[in-house]
């Protein structure tokens, strides 16, 4: 809410539906995470949280590794989602030979090493990459970092990109049968 864009994107939302915002476990306010976390149990986690809202039906707007945890639910609870939007997103984290478009182990590591060594830090290149048009905007990187550190700490950070690096839901998307885009 305090990013002016972010801001005006989830009030353009609350016109026409109501807005149910979700952080996956380990970060922000929740517990952290003691062992591993599965995309399955992130699916579930969502669908408590829909409990909680009182939400039988919802759209789902993903984001980044969010698409994964959207597509599980969409696939294995099909009557609780209406569609799905996977903005940003992949189905497979890491490279494999039949996904080979897509960074290494090795290259993974590298990159959440050099994240959580800028972790919470304005000048982190890390809004060059993911949003290149804005790099400059000073505004956005201090939010940014602000984020960042109420989000995790460089270690929580790092630790939770590392349990990115093995998910896969290829299997499951062809078990979704809701409008998705």
């Given at each position: 809410w305090e990013a002016p864009a972010v801001r005006r994107f989830l009030e353009a939302l609350t016109v026409f539906s109501r807005v149910i915002l979700f952080d996956k476990r380990g970060s922000g306010l929740s517990d952290r995470l003691l062992d591993g976390q599965t995309v399955e149990q992130d699916?579930?986690?969502?669908?408590?949280?829909?409990?909680?809202?009182?939400?039988?039906?919802?759209?789902?707007?993903?984001?980044?590794?969010?698409?994964v945890t959207g597509a599980t639910l969409a696939a294995d609870h099909p009557e609780r989602v209406g569609a799905l939007i996977m903005y940003a997103s992949v189905a497979r984290t890491s490279w494999a030979p039949d996904y080979d478009w897509a960074l290494t182990r090795e290259e993974r590591a590298e990159f959440t090493e050099r994240n959580a060594s800028t972790w919470g830090n304005s000048d982190s290149p890390i809004l060059a990459l993911v949003a290149p048009s804005v790099a400059d905007d000073g505004a956005l990187a201090e939010w940014l970092a602000r984020m960042q550190r109420l989000a995790a700490s460089p270690a929580e950070a790092r630790a939770l990109a590392s349990g990115l690096a093995d998910m896969d839901v290829r299997e499951a998307l062809p078990r979704i049968s809701v409008p998705t885009l």
């Open positions: 699916a579930l986690d969502a669908l408590a949280v829909l409990d909680a809202a009182g939400s039988e039906r919802a759209a789902l707007l993903t984001y980044a590794t969010g698409g």
